[in-house]
């Protein structure tokens, strides 16, 4: 059975940084795996993803000047470096993956984790 399981999120002040992991289990992932979050009265919305090889990466633009996607194969896990944190980042982030090489739509990812609270304070 494949299960993604993320970790890492928490309540930190606006300015400070988090790292997020997803770790699967039951396979290996070759293709894209990415983040999504969704927050309170909002439908879920498109982060980041990254290849199965490393080499292509995706990032909603808000984020791609304080936000790093990267994986480790070896270890079947996914990180989103989180630094320069502001309120609007607070939401619930899912852990994703896609047998596409890359992915940026919720409808092409065929596997999804329960996500992790990440809240900001001002």
């Known amino acids: 059975q494949v299960h993604l399981v993320e970790s890492g999120g928490g309540l930190v002040q606006a300015g400070g940084s988090l790292r997020l992991s997803c770790t699967a289990s039951g396979r290996t992932f070759s293709g894209a795996m990415g983040w999504f979050r969704q927050a309170p009265g909002k439908e879920r919305q498109f982060v980041a993803a990254?290849?199965?090889?490393?080499?292509?990466?995706a990032m909603l633009d808000s984020v791609k000047d304080r936000f790093t996607v990267y994986r480790d194969n070896a270890q079947n896990t996914l990180y989103l470096e989180m630094n320069s944190l502001k309120p609007e980042d607070t939401a619930m982030y899912y852990c994703?993956?896609?047998?596409?090489?890359?992915?940026?739509?919720?409808?092409?990812?065929?596997?999804w984790g329960r996500g992790t609270q990440v809240t900001i304070s001002s």
């Open positions: 990254i290849s199965g090889n490393r080499r292509r990466t």
């Open positions: 994703a993956a896609s047998g596409r090489t890359i992915a940026t739509v919720e409808s092409e990812y065929d596997y």
